[in-house]
């Protein structure tokens, strides 16, 4: 006689990505299909991606640099590149995806093979938080997808989308356990790697971010190089009872952390980059998707990141994003700052 147990994590174990897709339409359209598809190859890539990590002092490909400066001026490190290849390996022959931005591309890519039938674009980091990989610390891949119709244009443009316009967005975190988080615009999902199955199964549907956390996530060692406001703003967190700080060096493990627990990461712009390090269309926008869904907030300060008109495929941009009563506190500071030159 089959346990309650085991039938209780039958009907659990069933329910995969690639099924959660396809149940979260309708009905079984061709668009259900096509997304169902699309995110067991982006799965694919990250399940990859999971299993090289997992031997990465065993392998001579996995850990330390390649020697090459990538778009952002960047050491690309061999995780970066094994990651760029498995993303683009796993859409290679989809009929899905026709076009790829990647961190590590300057250009963007085609997929020709796919290019007649394929209407969406990828826009993915392959290796967010690359300066944790060689300390075997939490990292993750994080993705966009868009329509775009056929062939590139000579700059992209028919990519520069604001982020409100996603079709799906999402991040695989590469840490104690692989866990795929990912959204439709219908909720934000957590599934957990089954490394038995091969197969993602869900654990989490339809996370709520609280509404504040004790929890703030910033580089404070570029304390000297901000502006006024957000030096103040800091200075009013320290004298807060009950804020921590946790800053894991991977903007995706530090964000999934605010998802679940709440709390404000913030990575503004400085005097000398006043747009700051992270990416728009693939780090942020994705990134500002999962968490509004959730409840959330992301910003740059003065506007929100799924309604600012991207100008270029590797733009930067300040990012403060995380639960509403967090990032409103940061907000109200930057404000009262700007408008009174007093502090907070
Ligand atoms: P990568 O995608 O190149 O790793 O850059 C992004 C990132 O590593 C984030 O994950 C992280 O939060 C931040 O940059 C760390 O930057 P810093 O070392 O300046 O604090």
């Known amino acids: ?47 990859m991606i999971a299993r090289h990590l997992s031997k990465a002092g065993l392998v001579e490909d996995a850990l330390g640099g390649t020697g090459i400066v990538n778009v952002q001026g960047e050491d690309v490190k061999q995780m970066d590149e094994y990651a760029n290849l498995a993303f683009i390996r796993a859409l290679e022959h989809s009929g899905l995806v026709c076009r790829l931005v990647s961190e590590e591309m300057a250009e963007s890519a085609e997929l020709p093979e796919n290019c007649s039938l394929g209407r969406f674009a990828l826009l993915f980091d392959p290796i967010d938080g690359s300066s944790n990989i060689d300390a075997d610390l939490s990292i993750g891949s994080i993705f966009s997808v868009i329509r775009a119709q056929g062939e590139s244009t000579v700059d992209d443009a028919d990519l520069l989308q604001p982020g409100a316009q996603q079709l799906a967005a999402g991040y695989i975190l590469y840490g104690p356990s692989t866990q795929l988080v990912y959204s439709l615009g219908k909720g934000v999902h957590l599934f957990t790697l089954d490394p038995g199955l091969g197969e993602f199964i869900l654990t989490k ?10 929890t703030y996530s910033i580089n404070e060692g570029n304390y000297c190089q901000w502006s006024g406001a957000m030096q103040s703003y800091i200075r009013w967190v320290h004298r807060r009872e009950g804020y921590t700080a946790r800053y894991s060096g991977a903007l995706v493990a530090d964000v999934h952390r605010i998802l679940l627990y709440g709390g404000v990461y913030l990575y503004p712009g400085t005097l000398a980059k006043p747009n700051g390090k992270l990416r728009l269309l693939y780090e942020a926008s994705p990134l500002a998707y999962l968490v509004e869904q959730a409840g959330g907030i992301a910003t740059n300060g003065t506007q929100g990141i799924l309604t600012i008109m991207p100008e270029a495929v590797h733009q930067r941009v300040p990012l403060i994003i995380g639960s509403p009563v967090n990032v409103q506190e940061v907000l109200t500071c930057l404000q009262e700052q700007a408008a009174t030159g007093a502090a907070c």
């Not at 549907?205 to 504040?212: E, G, L, S």
Request: overall charge positive.
């Open 1 to 47: 006689m089959t346990s309650t147990l085991s039938q209780a994590n039958l009907q659990r174990d069933v329910m995969t990505l690639t099924r959660h897709v396809l149940q979260s339409f309708p009905s079984y359209t061709a668009e259900a299909q096509d997304f169902a598809a699309l995110m067991g190859r982006i799965s694919l890539a990250g399940k």
């Open 205 to 214: 549907p339809d996370i709520q971010i609280p509404q504040q956390g004790k």
